[in-house]
């Protein structure tokens, strides 16, 4: 059975929106969340929603096999970055080829790369002009946001948007579309 794990640096929103859809599939298990973050409140979640997690720092996860070891361990078949910044090295991408997926929360290739993340992401958008900016479902390779897409999806950008306005109407199109994505490549390519 696919068993998938979950990446994030920070709230892990994404995170909390993924597990439940996924809680009583019998084909589809969510087993492990990991984070770079000590202080990520997606600890939290994973504490509350009772899946285990690992917490990796800079040298564990460029500097061994600490975390490919982990997923190893735990017969991990796919991994979702959800709101996860780190590069992911290549002890892990030649383990999980065609198998990790990553969002973020515009239309790439624009607003995407180095630094790119969150906020920052919907203050470019801002910043440029555009009328509509939207998520991007990927696989990750060796560079931020560059590897092939699977999925996007639109939305306006209003007069009077602000980063905070915008980052949730992304949230929202994140939370309605990502799980299925997931659901789908998944079932695709177990
Ligand atoms: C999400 O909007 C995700 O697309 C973005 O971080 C947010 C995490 O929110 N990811 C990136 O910017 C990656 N470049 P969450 O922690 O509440 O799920």
């Known amino acids: 059975m696919p068993s998938l794990a979950l990446f994030a640096s920070g709230n892990g929103s994404n995170v909390q929106r993924i597990v439940e859809y996924f809680s009583g599939n019998p084909h589809i298990g969510i087993d492990l969340i990991l984070t770079n973050n000590p202080r ?4 939290e979640r994973a504490r509350n929603l009772k899946i285990p997690s690992v917490v990796f720092s800079r040298k564990e996860f460029y500097g061994s096999n600490y975390v490919p070891d982990i997923l190893a361990v735990q017969n991990i078949s796919h991994i979702v970055l959800a ?9 892990i991408l030649s383990a999980f080829q065609g ?3 990553n969002i973020h ?6 607003y995407g790369g180095k630094g790119m ?3 920052r992401v919907h203050q470019a958008v801002l910043a440029s002009g555009d009328p509509e900016s939207g998520i991007t479902i990927h696989y990750v390779n060796e560079k931020y946001d560059d590897g092939q897409i699977i999925f996007q999806s639109r939305c306006p950008v209003i007069p009077g948007e602000t980063p905070e306005t915008l980052a ?11 799980p299925e994505i997931i659901e789908s490549v998944v079932k695709k390519s177990r």
Do not use: D, M
Not at 105 to 110: F, G, H, Q, R, T
């Open 83 to 91: 709101g996860f910044l780190w590069l992911i090295p290549e002890n």
């Open 40 to 43: 990520a409140y997606v600890l």
């Open 99 to 101: 198998k990790i997926l």
């Open 105 to 110: 929360p515009a239309l790439l290739p624009k």
């Open 168 to 178: 949730e109407k992304i949230h929202q199109l994140e939370y309605r579309h990502f």
């Open 117 to 119: 993340y969150g906020t």
